[in-house]
């Protein structure tokens, strides 16, 4: 059996989304920006999808620009206000447990002068709105929160932030990533100037995203030059990872009630019978304010990566926090921000369940998880003691 | 990403387990690099006869212990020391660079644990001069990689 | 008849190519930062990509980085040295007639403080070597000037421009998104430092390019985040894009030399007939060192757009550099530099020609081209002195 | 891009070409910003009864001079004083906003040519108080498009 629980490094694009994107693989190759007709089609196509993005938002068309993903999402938003406003202020507001996009855009952006805090997080990850308001100054500029964790999928008290940032008139950003797909961002509701979101996060094509721009937010560009985008991101236009990622995002907000049902069960049974069944385990992030899809635990006495390998042996795909999954010296940062020791920093799973996830599924990984976790704990060092009652 | 004689190892450690009355145990790393081995031996006359292990850390860590338990067995307490972590990275058929600091864990586990039955026996080798089995030295030499 | 003609533009996706994509977007879906299978295949799919493209370059795989396109490695080339080497100097030298992905770029820099000089094309489009060493400076930081313009198709004396950056110890890049596919660049050969290239310019899928970085060169991340790309361009890889990019570049190369001879004799038969057969007519650009497929024209008394519209309307696609075409007040900045009027910068024509280009294409456009100059001419007020012998 | 109308009117452009002897010619626009139109009128008893036009330009300033003329043709001289372009853009089923200046360009020719009428004749016409036919005003609205 082949399970896939890492829906929220990836996912598989819906054969919708490819049927969509096809035939700008194929037939329609003109340059969008030409006058002949091989263009005129393609620049139709990316209307249709900026139009689809739009609409999930409640925004207008002329707020939606398109990138090459996520991560060029943030920087522009990130540096991009940074550029604008640097002779009004250079204070930027972001949290300890961001995606690296935005905390090593934020990261560099000290290095060139500017001053950023970092809020921190309570244990289950969320910051406190009070912190935010006593780390505002005169020369704040940029608020950059993220709407959902990526690994312990805590959603952060967005209304409240985007309101104090309204009231401060300082331009907010929202890392969305995460988050879009599963949860309704209604720009005429929430005050909030710039979203990043990624089409590979809900079932779309890798290596297109787009940011929400309100109109009127002051923003340099990240890419320079041709007049695509209007002007505000140049390059030749992904075509059909654009179509991909408008077809994808209708598709998502079409049927999103019953995602959201179908996965927050899925969610619950597989956390609930973790907690229950394996004991030394700890739940990551909040127990409620939690992306719907987000199951982040920590096993006790054993590391991620030995618990990634068995359980890919075994056909279920799952990520972990633990350093030695990804080449760094520390385990997760967004971990460590919860308090916890790098121990069980290192002991974590994150398993992200997405629509082709089934109950059968489920019950297999919640036969397979507990006596790998038992075998490692039996080889650890750790373990020992506990074994024989002493802590 | 790891090679076959590596997941094997990992999937069936050879030599998992303590052993009680050892005459050498000997610990290396911490939980705060992700990982710690613990090695037991058994000695007689000045060959080590059993070994066995513990260890928490990543996949090629297990590997690594595995094999260098492996490797040990039945070697003089010399020929283990002489042992370098580039022969248990290549019986393992290599190890990814950023993994590489496992190997190196189980050599400096071998020669935590003689340390320790030298101090016990009040024995001298050349090998351990200068080594601290305390030491929490950064063993880590990720790439660049990911 | 459809006759594409534009394949400066943008061309189509060869369909091996298409087929190499086709996996990573179905069944290959995992993230190649991922530890498990899922992720697996599709970092090995990256370093083939990334040693095909190597190979057309005689290149290390690790000097090759991946983009969202051609824009964002000239963006991240230029800004990227700029911010590195800011405290070493802040000159850069460039040209008139650059894409306006370096030439927006080198502006937005000048607003940041530094200082740009812009060589001047003599008639043909090409600088003078003089010229450029003149212009070097103590502190100048950055040579960046395109291998062959995309308009014009000139070829810069490459070889020699990178002596004299090499000479002095400046950085030297090289926009080669319009060269890369016709002509053999050699690393080992030609002392470049960095080179732009874009997938869809060669039969690959639009939105994906990268950057030649020759090993030690100073750069800073235009995209900050993950540690893809060695840690040098963040976010999660397009992959299909990138295999696509990897196959299409190998094609291009492994039958370099047909295609050279194909497209080469097929723009001279094109270019000498509309000089022969239409008068008032002027070739733009170098006769011998432009790009094999590029014929650019200016044909008096006519404006661009209606050419091109007509052009469409029996089905041929073309491009134009009127200010007409591209929503601009100006005309082409690159036929204004070459010392053209207004009026023959409006008049000017760019046919592109591409592998799938036949005799017998061309025969049709040279069958449809005199009749609709000839009856825009007619209705031109600027013709009317002509007629009568006047002018 | 274009309207069905504006392609139908730039393919098959009404009264292109000259009048001999025309009672007013006006031309507008310039080759820098890519188009010119120049305009003929035959005018008699103050009714335009001959129109014709030649245009350097874009589709849009072709079908532009086309569709103006026609709207032109049998009209007095003030009501074609009084003719906007936005009327010429909508009887067009419209124009993309960078194409605005077109129809601007045609309203203007016709303001010119009557401006050379009257000159020749020392008429006034309220409308064209303040109409400079040589003014190189920047006419462009070109959008941010594209
Ligand atoms: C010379 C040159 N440089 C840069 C670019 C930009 O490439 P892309 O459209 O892939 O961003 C182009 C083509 O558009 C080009 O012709
Ligand atoms: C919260 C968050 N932000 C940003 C990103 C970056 O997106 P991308 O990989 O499309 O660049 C990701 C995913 O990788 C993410 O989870």
């Known amino acids: ?16 989304v490819l049927d969509a994107m096809l035939p700008y693989l194929k037939d329609y190759y003109g340059n969008p920006s030409s006058l002949h007709s091989f263009g005129r089609e393609n620049k139709k196509a990316i209307d249709t999808a900026r139009d689809q993005i739009a609409k999930t938002f409640n925004a207008k068309p002329e707020e939606i620009f398109f990138t090459g993903g996520g991560s060029e999402s943030d920087n522009w938003a990130i540096k ?7 002779t009004r202020g250079r204070h930027i507001i972001t949290t300890n447990i961001e995606h690296h996009a935005v905390l090593h855009a934020c990261q ?5 002068g500017f001053e950023v805090t970092y809020l921190p997080v309570d244990e289950d990850g969320l910051i406190s709105v009070e912190d935010l308001k006593n780390s505002i100054r005169k020369d704040t500029i940029l608020i950059t929160i993220m709407y959902a964790n990526n690994e312990i999928g805590t959603l952060q008290p967005i209304e409240e932030i985007a ?23 209604d720009t005429q509701q929430l005050p909030v100037d710039m979203i990043s979101i990624s089409a590979h996060k809900l079932y779309g094509p890798k290596g297109v995203g787009a940011l929400y721009l309100r109109k009127g937010t002051k923003i340099h560009n990240l890419i320079h030059g041709g007049a695509q985008e209007r002007k505000k991101r140049a390059g030749t236009e992904n075509i059909a990872g654009i179509v991909g990622f408008g077809k994808a995002a209708e598709m998502a907000y079409e049927n999103l009630e019953e995602h959201v049902q179908h996965l927050t069960e899925l969610r619950d049974y597989l956390l609930d019978e973790i907690l229950d069944k394996i004991p030394y385990t700890k739940l990551n992030g909040h127990r409620e304010k939690r992306l719907i899809n987000n199951v982040n635990v920590s096993f006790e006495f054993i590391e991620g990566e030995s618990m990634l390998l068995s359980l890919d042996m075994v056909g ?27 121990e069980m920093a290192h002991g974590s799973l994150r398993l992200t369940l997405g629509d082709q996830n089934t109950k059968e599924e489920i019950d297999y990984v919640l036969e397979q998880l507990p006596p790998i976790v ?17 802590r | ?51 066995k292990f513990k260890t928490f850390g990543c996949g090629s860590a297990i590997a690594s212990s595995s094999m260098a338990t492996e490797m040990v067995k039945g070697k003089t ?59 929490d030295e950064d063993h880590h030499d990720h790439g660049e990689e990911e």
């Open chain 1, 108 to 112: 560099y952006l000290e290095k060139e």
């Open chain 1, 163 to 185: 309101a104090i940032a309204k009231e401060n008139k300082i331009i907010f950003h929202t890392d969305a990533v995460q988050a879009y797909g599963h949860i309704k961002i």
């Open chain 2, 1 to 51: 990403m790891y090679s076959e004689i590596v997941m094997d190892h990992f999937t069936n450690p050879r030599n998992v387990g303590e052993i009680e009355n050892a005459d050498a145990v000997g610990q290396v790393g911490n939980p705060k690099c992700g990982d710690i081995m613990k090695m037991y031996f058994k000695i007689e006359d000045n060959v080590i006869v059993d070994v």
């Open chain 1, 316 to 342: 279920i795909a799952a990520s972990s926090g633990s350093a030695c999954t990804s080449g760094s010296l520390d385990p997760s940062h967004v971990l460590l921000s919860l308090g916890l020791s790098h």
């Open chain 1, 374 to 390: 038992q075998r490692l704990r039996d080889m650890s060092p750790l373990y020992e003691n506990i074994k024989e009652g002493v």
């Open chain 2, 77 to 135: 307490v010399e020929e283990a020391l002489a042992l370098s972590n580039y022969e248990v990275a290549k019986e393992l058929d290599g190890l990814p660079p950023a993994k590489m600091h496992c190997s190196l864990l189980a050599e400096q586990a071998i020669k935590s644990a003689i340390f320790d039955y030298a101090q016990k026996h009040n024995l001298y080798y050349k090998e351990l001069e200068g080594f601290d089995p305390d030491a």
């Open chain 1, 1 to 16: 059996m082949k399970v896939y629980l890492d829906y929220s490094a990836t996912t598989p694009v819906k054969p919708e």
């Open chain 1, 80 to 86: 991009g206000v940074a550029a604008a406003l640097k």
